[in-house]
Nanobody, 120 residues
Framework: QVQLVESGGGLVQPGGSLRLSCAAS????????MSWYRQAPGNTRDLVAS???????NYADSVKGRFSIARDNAKSTVTLQMNSLKPEDTAVYYC??????????????WGQGTQVTVSS
């Protein structure tokens, strides 16, 4: 069982920056692929960025060049640095941990979400 706690959300003006953090419990953090998703009202929950257990990163086209995901296995944290924020980035941001075993069993866990609002 992994518990995830997000922090760092808030209100920011267009063009501003925010840094989200996700802290994981337990001592198996390094085994998990970590992702940030977001969900705006009336929309689906969509992938924003991910980093595999091996450190490979992936970004949604809408955030490439503006957002950066990073993991710190020693601290069991994953961060999302968000720059040049736009009003369309407004959403609840969720942290996800996922691990697939050699028998193809999938373990995934979600945080409670943190609100990001981009508005002047």
């Amino acid at each position: 069982q992994v518990q995830l706690v997000e922090s760092g959300g808030g209100l920011v003006q267009p063009g501003g920056s925010l840094r989200l953090s996700c802290a994981a419990s337990g001592n198996t953090f390094s085994m998990y692929d970590m992702s940030w998703y977001r969900q705006a009202p009336g929309n689906t929950r969509d992938l924003v960025a991910s980093v595999t257990s091996g450190g490979r990163t992936n970004y949604a086209d809408s955030v490439k060049g503006r957002f950066s995901i990073a993991r710190d296995n020693a601290k069991s944290t994953v961060t999302l640095q968000m720059n040049s924020l736009k009003p369309e980035d407004t959403a609840v941001y969720y942290c996800k941990a996922e691990r697939r075993t050699i028998t193809d069993r999938v373990y995934d866990y979600w945080g409670q979400g943190t609100q990001v609002t981009v508005s002047s």
